[in-house]
């Protein structure tokens, strides 16, 4: 069974910088694993900012990039701001099935 | 950017059934896979299963196989996703959302809270 591993929490100044990772206990995760990542608050509904790796959708800030770095998917932010503080999920396809993460609760302080 | 319309909240008795439909625009419809995902109280993103609109094609998360059906209906653009032999652990906000070919996911319904209680 896979299980896909986050960072559970981390905390950053604004304006700072901040890389959330993802990966695989099957191996390294590769651009074949169509990795997304997710912003999610309270109240409201999961919001898709990365997708296919390193894409970006049309309301997706030009802060937020996405990689692939050491066998994992990355998630950075640049130049933080107060509502980036959130919970960010990853996804991963894995062997025809999707998997989230645990998720990283971001905090912005 | 929610272009998904789910339908309301559910209260249900333990070993019950619960029918949730998600609407997408016409347009989108059979251009898109939708997917069902839940999220428990205090928990993660679970992944559920998906929908082939264009042609019924589903596949289910493991360990809901068994209890979770995913059906569609053309002429209304809409997907339903049945739950049965609810247990209290399936307490969660349960949302739809499409991903065009390749890994692209994109747009979310706004959820729909089901509550399991005796």
């Known amino acids: 069974q896979t299980v896909v591993t986050q960072e559970p929490s981390l905390t950053v100044s604004p304006g700072g910088t901040v890389t959330l990772t993802c990966a695989s206990n099957t191996g390294a995760v590769t651009s074949g694993c169509h990795p997304n990542w997710f912003q999610l608050k309270p109240g409201q509904a999961p919001r898709t900012l990365i997708y296919n790796r390193d894409n970006k959708h049309s309301w997706t800030p030009a802060r937020f990039s996405g990689s692939l770095f050491g066998g994992k998917a990355a998630l950075t932010l640049s130049g933080v701001q107060p509502e980036d503080e959130a919970e960010y999920y990853c996804l991963l396809y894995c062997g025809a099935t999707w998997v989230f993460g645990g998720g990283t609760k971001l905090t912005v302080l | 950017q929610v272009q998904l319309v789910q339908s309301g909240a559910e209260v249900k008795k333990p070993g019950a059934s619960v029918k949730l439909s998600c609407k997408a625009p016409?347009?989108?419809?059979?251009?898109?896979?939708i997917h069902w995902v839940r999220q428990a109280p205090g928990q993660g993103l679970e992944w559920m299963g998906i929908?082939?609109?264009?042609?019924?094609?589903?596949m289910i998360a493991q360990e809901l196989q068994g209890r979770v059906t995913l059906t569609r209906d053309t002429s209304t653009s809409t997907v339903y996703m049945q739950l049965s032999s609810l247990r209290s652990d399936d307490t969660a906000v349960y949302y739809c959302?499409?991903?065009?070919?390749?890994?692209?996911?994109?747009?979310w319904g706004q959820g729909t809270l089901v509550i399991v209680s005796s």
């Open positions: 929908i082939t609109p264009i042609d019924g094609a589903t």
């Open positions: 959302a499409s991903e065009r070919s390749g890994g692209n996911w994109d747009y």
């Open positions: 016409g347009y989108t419809f059979t251009a898109y896979h």
